[in-house]
């Protein structure tokens, strides 16, 4: 029997580190004072990130609350100054109550659970998104919030709207149904499918490059105070941004690319979070956790919990406490390899390589693996097994497109009129391509002349397969040497340990568009 929910009393406010204080509407409370979101408050935003950058120890939680208050901000500003849309409060509530719920769905360490599950059980296709609509209805039921909810004049469609924000429409038709038409642009609050501009990215961009210590010039203040709905031929009625904004939106990809590249995609990051995969996937079989609704059962596995909300929702960052808490034999490798981790002792760095523009070949991760792994010799003492290859995209959201291209700008001379800027009419300096893959090795041994090896055949396999592999791997921090005059100016600072830094700021400046 759902337990009784106190009645709705007010608004609660909120002190967060990143937009001061905001409040909240009454029933978003009501889901906040769960067990359900409760949870989010030991799930680390970043995952494995926490241990390359220790600062960066925010979770679910403060990331939701942060969502909620922005997606009501954004489309209050638009009911304000576009009273012709008719936004009610209904729609206010929903669009917060969504951006509240968009992570319930998430496993331990975030997205690395993906990473776990697509490795234990690639068949199931888990994403995030799906489970976060099944633990909103879940905690509907066992909280009995639907009383609540009805109060205050929410109704069965008006909670379609909200799992339609969280999860897109519907796979079967691919069609909304909970607010349509005029109303079609609430949708791109939360998750904008359109161009990617959203709440979410919003809030995560100031909050973990101020948790990272990363310097943004995106100011998504401006924003909220030029976003106008202008119905465009032959899309219908979404979101548009003032035309003297389009720099700031360029602000906003290149952030995304800062993120991943310094710190989301950090190699010490991937190799921490395969890792903890390595680890997850050893406990599995033996880690059970109790399944409330049969408590005479042996248990239930990790990679099973997403099938069941009452086990899924006591599923946290805690499951490694349980495997260095345990004591049986069949959990030790586990053990052994969370103390690797947690006495650095970590997989190694192989060598990274980056495919030519030229290249189309889609990268076969497994192909690359077992290429190189038939390839070993005796004398590298090593297994395809201890060999791992990870493909790594970075873009600005779209692939290889540019997503400048799907937003929509208006002039301050005509507000009504949605129009196309090019990146052409904005700067020669923009980048002209909007994807970069790595394909990156790793190994699980860390003997030095293993990995030595492991790098020598990456090499034959590259060589005998066409395949480039740059000299100068700057993202993963080798450098080219310095040519020309250069050279007896850096020999000097070379003696003080300091012209690997200087080359690095050097390369950077002369590589990475702006």
């Known amino acids: 029997m759902a337990p009784e929910m106190e009645a709705t009393t007010g608004w609660k406010v909120f002190n967060d580190s990143v937009h001061g204080h905001f409040e909240l509407?009454?029933?978003?409370?009501l889901v906040i004072d769960t067990p359900q979101f409760q949870r989010l408050r030991h799930i680390?935003?970043?995952?494995?990130?926490?241990?390359?950058?220790?600062?960066?120890?925010h979770n679910r939680f403060e990331h939701s609350l942060g969502v909620a208050y922005l997606a009501a901000e954004l489309v209050s500003t638009l009911r304000r100054n576009q009273p012709e849309l008719n936004i009610t409060d209904t729609d206010v509530v929903c669009v917060s109550l969504?951006?509240?719920?968009?992570?319930?769905?998430?496993?331990?360490?975030?997205?690395?659970?993906?990473?776990?599950?697509?490795?234990?059980?690639?068949?199931?296709?888990?994403?995030?998104?799906?489970?976060?609509v099944e633990m909103f209805q879940y905690m509907l039921e066992q909280n009995g919030l639907m009383e609540n909810f009805t109060a205050d004049g929410l109704t069965e469609l008006d909670i379609t709207f909200i799992k339609e924000q969280i999860a897109g429409p519907c796979p079967?038709?691919?069609?909304?149904?909970?607010?349509?038409?005029?109303?079609?642009?609430?949708?791109?609050?939360?998750?904008?499918?359109?161009?990617?501009?959203?709440?979410?990215?919003?809030?995560?961009?100031?909050?973990?490059?101020?948790?990272?210590?990363?310097?943004?010039?995106?100011?998504y203040k401006r924003c909220l105070l030029y976003s106008r709905v202008i119905e465009v031929e032959n899309e219908g009625f979404q979101i548009c941004t003032r035309d003297k904004e389009v720099g700031n939106m360029y602000d906003l990809f290149y952030t995304r690319w800062v993120l991943h590249r310094r710190a989301y995609q950090h190699r010490v990051c991937r190799i921490v979070e395969r890792m903890f995969?390595?680890?997850?996937?050893?406990?599995?079989?033996?880690?059970?956790?109790?399944?409330?609704?049969?408590?005479?059962?042996?248990?239930?596995?990790?990679?099973?919990?997403?099938?069941?909300?009452?086990?899924?929702?006591?599923?946290?960052?805690?499951?490694q406490q349980l495997v260095a808490q345990s004591v049986t034999e069949e959990l030790e490798p586990a053990r052994r390899l969370l103390r690797d981790i947690h006495t650095r002792r970590l997989y190694k760095f192989v060598c990274a390589s980056q495919p030519t523009a030229e290249d189309k070949r889609e990268i076969d991760t497994e192909a690359i693996r077992c290429g190189v792994g038939s390839l070993l010799q005796p004398e590298d003492?090593?297994?395809?097994?201890?060999?791992?290859?990870?493909?790594?995209?970075?873009?600005?959201?779209?692939?290889?497109?540019?997503?400048?291209?799907?937003?929509?700008?208006?002039?301050?001379?005509?507000?009504?009129?949605?129009?196309?800027?090019?990146?052409?009419?904005?700067?020669?300096?923009?980048?002209?391509?909007?994807?970069?893959?790595?394909?990156?090795?790793?190994?699980r041994q860390r003997e030095k002349n293993k990995v030595a090896a492991a790098r020598a055949r990456f090499e034959e396999w590259s060589s005998s397969n066409q395949y480039s592999l740059p000299s100068r791997e700057l993202w993963f921090g080798r450098m080219s040497p310095v040519k020309g005059g250069e050279d007896e100016t850096l020999g000097e600072l070379e003696q003080t340990g300091r012209r690997r830094n200087l080359s690095l700021r050097r390369s950077v400046s002369s590589n990475i568009d702006l």
Not at 185 to 207: A, H, M, P, Q, T
Not at 296 to 309: T, Y
């Open 98 to 132: 969504a951006g509240l719920c968009h992570d319930l769905g998430h496993g331990p360490f975030s997205h690395m659970w993906e990473t776990f599950m697509d490795q234990v059980r690639p068949e199931r296709h888990w994403k995030h998104e799906a489970t976060s």
């Open 277 to 319: 995969c390595d680890l997850l996937a050893l406990a599995d079989p033996y880690l059970l956790l109790p399944d409330p609704s049969r408590p005479d059962s042996p248990g239930v596995r990790m990679s099973e919990a997403c099938d069941n909300m009452g086990v899924f929702s006591q599923l946290t960052d805690h499951v």
């Open 172 to 219: 079967d038709t691919g069609k909304y149904v909970g607010r349509t038409g005029k109303k079609a642009f609430l949708y791109e609050i939360i998750s904008n499918k359109r161009n990617g501009i959203d709440v979410d990215k919003w809030d995560y961009f100031c909050r973990d490059s101020h948790l990272l210590g990363i310097n943004i010039s995106f100011d």
């Open 44 to 57: 680390k935003q970043l995952g494995g990130t926490y241990y390359v950058f220790p600062s960066a120890a």
């Open 25 to 29: 509407h009454p029933l978003c409370v």
């Open 381 to 443: 003492d090593l297994e395809p097994d201890d060999l791992m290859v990870d493909v790594i995209s970075i873009t600005y959201g779209m692939g290889n497109r540019n997503p400048i291209d799907c937003v929509r700008f208006y002039s301050k001379e005509n507000p009504n009129t949605a129009m196309i800027i090019r990146r052409s009419d904005v700067s020669p300096l923009l980048p002209d391509k909007f994807r970069e893959t790595y394909v990156m090795m790793t190994c």
